[in-house]
């Protein structure tokens, strides 16, 4: 059962299926093209790459849909190793007109739900010190911060600290 909360619109949230990869690869450029809210400014994985990338069962990539635009990309992924396998790695990102509707919100529920029915136990998530509105939701969600790294960013010509948040499950 998906996370429920209410919201003011009304888009389809799912768990993304490698049809989905030209959508994904178009909404992650979106974000990237406004250089301010990821590291990297160019999706890196081709769409037969992205394709496979959706098929790893110790992955969770959630779309969010508006229609057939997928407007919203959450992924969560799991350690690797035996050591770090109840840990996982979120990122989201959500086009420019789509933020404060509580997608990220509902992403977050979803993606926190799935977690605990596959045993994970740490979430760990980074986001710049500048996306105030980013960390006002995640700490709203439960997350804690973890540390800092200072001036781990240059942009717009200013240093930007990489907050490192966690969620306890």
């Known amino acids: 059962m998906l996370w429920k909360k209410k919201e003011t619109i009304s888009l389809d949230i799912r768990k993304a299926y490698p049809s989905d990869a030209r959508g994904i690869i178009n909404c992650m450029q979106s974000v ?5 809210y990821l590291v990297s400014e160019y999706y890196l994985l ?3 790459g992205e394709q496979e990338r959706l098929k790893n069962p110790d992955e969770l990539t959630l779309v969010c849909n508006d229609n057939e635009l997928i407007v ?22 959500i086009r420019r007109n789509y933020r404060h509707m509580n997608v990220g919100t509902r992403m977050i529920g979803n993606a926190l739900e799935w977690a605990k029915d596959n045993g994970i136990k740490k979430i760990n998530l980074e986001v710049f010190s500048t ?9 709203k969600l439960g997350f804690e911060y973890e540390g800092m790294r200072k001036n781990q960013f240059f942009i717009n ?13």
């Open 46 to 48: 081709t769409e037969r």
């Open 157 to 169: 010509g200013q240093y930007v600290d990489d907050v490192l948040m966690t969620y306890m499950l």
């Open 131 to 139: 996306n105030v509105n980013a960390i006002k939701t995640y700490r």
């Open 32 to 36: 990237m093209d406004e250089k301010i």
């Open 72 to 93: 919203g990309v959450l992924t969560l992924q799991r350690g690797m190793y035996k050591k770090n396998r109840h840990v996982a790695n979120l990122g989201i990102a």
